[in-house]
Each structure stands twice: as structure tokens, then as C-alpha cells.
């Protein structure tokens, strides 16, 4: 049992140290809402979400005044909208309804992001999940609140190439349209290989069809711990700074279970799992990269960077997993360059670039995250960058993602804002080598052989 005086002692980490729970997600089965008729459809999805979330923000709001454990987001996720307008949806604009219906629902509730306008084309691609995709640029420039995700491809299925080509094409005209709107749409898409289910961070959340009628999932961020811990034990060996990490991890994840228990006790529903994922944010003293730049690396993206990370990833997951019976989601630490000031620093001093940060999402829990790309980068490229992630991720059967944002009518080194959490960066460099042969030829990317276990 979580008892209030591990809590406490989470105190000091609160006020000084950035440690918050980043997101309390509730997921929600809008299985029961299917209908073949689309006005039917809006109305049992507004009605599903407003019933089930109506208390989902107080709660939040009242565990955090009784514990003095910040709740940075109280979120929601539903069930890939691709499954649920099957029926109803019949051109892109029919999708576009039901975004705008989760939009006004999220407000309705008061939560900052819905996620779950998502289709599931691993392997291949329906009519619905097609449409979904086409209606993605619309819907994402329409909405505030919206966040969509597109999995396409996993370790059991291959590489749906196809879908890749389509979504290469849908990241540069989600760019285009919403380029005058407050956040750009690429920044609430992502796309991924192997998808978890039960994911509380935006904007890949969605409530798994495999999962039950509603459900609590928290996601806890602790950057600015960790990094007081490798202060802590400078100059020490890597094995005793991996310790001194774990147990910090031990205690981050205590205070989530806490959280996501009384949660999920209060809204009447299961609490589902814990994410222990690092994520950072773009204040000082809350970036991974500061961590791994502590542990040793002269600037992030040096040589060692990626060993530095296995190790903090590791090391997150081992202790985190002995603090909770319920682990799940992604898992390890995010490394966005946008989100995380340490990485916008690296970007600035050229200490790191796409290739090397691709090279360190074989090792940390998530990919390629909010990375601001030139204006006029082509399609083709942005899926070839989409293929080559994912196939780390299909052939190390772990998750990998890419949330890519062509900033329309800049290159590299100029600025983009994104605002908030989001944050801003400079636009990375991309290859000036093309792919377009290899993407065009579509069709799909075998299973490795070791999906094969039956």
C-alpha cells in the first residue's frame, strides 16, 4: 500500500525539482456508440464522453490540493475513431464531424487534449481507415483540442508501406492547412510502429480495442529528479549512478501509483496503467538531455549519448517497475526536441542532428518527436524518415514514433514556436538525398523473422 509519507517525501522533488504527474488520461470505449446513421453517431459519442469525464477534472483538482502532487493534465482517449465511423462515415467529411463532436466534448469537460482520432493500418488499410487518414489535414486545422495518431506497422505484421507513402503525404498538407492556426496540426499527429494500447501521453493516445469501458492511465515526469540524482553521484561509476537512478525512479513511480489509485477509485473505474516515461518540458532543469549532458556527454548527441541513454532508460523502467503493479504505456524517456530545452540547446550548438537522434530511439522509450523540419521538404522523404524509424521499431520489437512538423516557408536554423508544453525549436536539417523510388514503390515491408513464434 502507498501510504502519505512516501508522499511526503516527494516534497522537496515537487518544489524543486519539476516533479509533477504529467497526465491523468481516462480512456473510453465509444464501442457502444457505433451507429450507421452519422447524426446518431455524434450524438451517442458527445453523450458517452461528457457522462463518462464529467467529474475527470475535479477529481484531478481535488487529489491535487489533497496530496500537494501537481497534476499538470487531465486528458482523455478513446477508441480509434477509424473503428466507430465505419459504419456512418462514408467521404473524409463525415470524419471531420466527429472530430469536431470530440472537440466540443473536451471542452465541455475541460480537459486539454482528446486523443483517439486514430485508424490502425498496420498491416492493411479499410476504406474507414483510409478516409480518417484523407480527412486528417481538416480535421487537425478545425479543432483545438484534438490530437490524432496512425500506426503503421508493428513486429507481428510488417511494415504497411502504403500507409506510409499516404501519411508522408498527410504530414505536408496537415502543414499547409493549418499553418495560420494557432498550433500546427502535425504537432497533435503521431505516427508509430507498434502502438501501445494504453498510452496516457498525447498525442499517440487512444483507448485499445482490447480495452474495457473506461479506464485511468497516468503518466509521471521526473527529469528534473533524475538529473538531481546524477549530481548527486558525480563522478562515481556508471553502475552506482545507475543505482542511485533506479531508486529514484522507485520513488517517482510510488507517488503515480498513489495518484492513479485514488483516481480511478474516485471516477468508479479501473485504474489501468502507469506510464514511467521521462517527459520533459521546455523549463530549466527538465530536460533529459541536461541528464545525460551530467552524466558525462560534453553536449547531447557527443559520442556516448546513446549508450548514456540505454543505461537512464533502463534504469527508469527497473526502478519504476518495482514501485507499481501496473506498468504499461511507453515507458523509459521521451526525447522531443521541442519539449525539452537541454535538446534545443543541442540543435543550436550542432551537437546533434536527426541521424543521431534516430540512432538514440533505439534505445529510449518513444522516436523522432517534435522536430521541426524545412517548409519544403517532400513527401517522400518525410516517409522514407517514417520507414526507417519504424523499422527500428519493428525489427527491436519496441515502439517506436515520428512527430515530424514541416514549418511552411522556413529552412534550417530559423525559429519556430509552438507555444505551451509544445514549446519551439529550430528547424533541423534533412538529407538532400531522396527516396522516392523506394517509397513509391509501396506494397509492404515484411515481419522479421522473429515475429514468428507460434
Avoid at 235 to 247: E, F, R, S, T, Y
Wanted: proline share 5%; with cysteine; charged share 20%.
Amino acid at each position: 500500500m502507498v501510504n502519505i509519507h512516501e508522499v511526503i517525501e516527494t516534497n522537496e522533488m515537487i518544489e524543486k525539482e519539476n516533479l509533477d504527474v504529467r497526465t491523468i488520461t481516462l480512456g473510453i470505449s465509444l464501442l457502444d456508440c457505433i451507429s450507421d446513421d452519422l447524426d446518431t453517431l455524434c450524438d451517442n459519442i458527445y453523450r458517452r464522453i461528457t457522462t463518462t469525464a464529467k467529474d475527470l477534472v475535479k477529481t484531478g483538482k481535488e487529489i491535487e490540493r489533497e496530496y500537494a502532487i501537481p497534476i499538470v493534465n487531465k486528458r482523455i482517449s478513446v477508441t480509434p475513431i477509424a473503428l466507430i465511423g465505419a459504419s456512418a462515415c462514408k467521404k473524409a467529411e463525415d470524419f471531420v464531424l466527429i472530430a469536431k463532436t470530440l472537440d466540443k466534448a473536451a471542452k465541455k469537460v475541460g480537459v486539454n487534449f482528446i486523443g483517439g482520432y486514430s485508424a490502425l493500418p498496420a498491416k492493411g488499410m479499410t476504406k474507414a481507415e483510409e478516409l480518417l487518414i484523407e480527412s486528417i489535414p481538416q480535421a487537425l486545422s478545425q479543432t483545438d483540442n484534438v490530437c490524432s495518431s496512425v500506426n503503421l506497422g508493428s513486429t507481428k505484421t510488417g511494415i504497411n508501406m502504403d500507409a506510409v507513402k499516404l501519411m508522408g503525404e498527410t504530414i505536408v498538407k496537415t502543414a499547409e492547412i493549418s499553418k495560420s492556426c494557432d498550433v500546427n496540426g502535425c504537432a497533435k499527429l503521431v505516427v508509430f510502429c507498434n502502438a501501445p494500447e494504453d498510452n496516457p501521453f498525447m498525442a499517440g493516445a487512444f483507448h485499445g480495442p482490447g480495452e474495457g469501458d473506461s479506464v485511468i492511465n497516468v503518466g509521471v515526469s521526473g527529469p528534473g529528479v533524475i538529473l538531481a540524482a546524477a549530481r548527486e553521484y558525480k563522478g562515481q561509476p556508471i553502475n552506482v549512478l545507475a543505482d542511485g537512478i533506479k531508486k529514484m525512479a522507485f520513488k517517482i513511480t510510488r507517488m503515480g501509483q498513489l495518484v492513479g489509485s485514488e483516481a480511478a477509485k474516485r471516477l468508479n473505474t479501473n485504474f489501468g496503467i502507469l506510464d514511467l516515461s521521462l517527459a520533459p518540458t521546455p523549463a530549466v532543469g527538465d530536460s533529459v538531455a541536461r541528464i545525460l549532458e551530467e552524466i558525462g556527454i560534453e553536449g547531447c548527441g557527443a559520442p556516448g549519448t546513446t549508450a548514456a541513454l540505454a543505461m537512464l532508460t533502463d534504469m527508469v523502467k527497473k526502478g519504476g517497475v518495482m514501485a507499481s503493479t501496473n506498468v504499461g504505456g511507453l515507458s523509459g524517456a521521451f526525447i522531443p526536441v521541442s519539449e525539452d530545452e537541454g535538446m534545443i540547446n543541442a540543435v543550436k550548438q550542432n551537437s546533434i542532428c536527426l541521424e543521431k537522434l534516430e540512432a538514440m530511439t533505439t534505445v529510449c522509450s518513444v522516436g523522432l518527436d517534435m522536430i521541426a523540419i524545412p517548409g519544403d521538404t517532400p513527401a517522400t522523404t518525410i516517409s522514407g524518415i517514417l520507414a526507417d524509424e519504424f523499422a527500428i521499431g519493428m525489427v527491436n520489437n519496441k515502439t517506436t514514433a515520428c512527430r515530424l512538423i514541416p514549418a511552411p516557408g522556413k529552412k534550417a536554423g530559423d525559429w519556430v514556436e509552438f507555444g505551451g508544453l509544445l514549446g519551439g525549436c529550430p528547424v533541423m536539417p534533412v538529407s538532400k538525398f531522396g527516396c522516392a523510388d523506394f517509397i513509391n514503390r509501396g506494397g509492404r515491408i515484411p515481419a522479421p523473422i522473429h515475429s514468428f513464434r507460434n
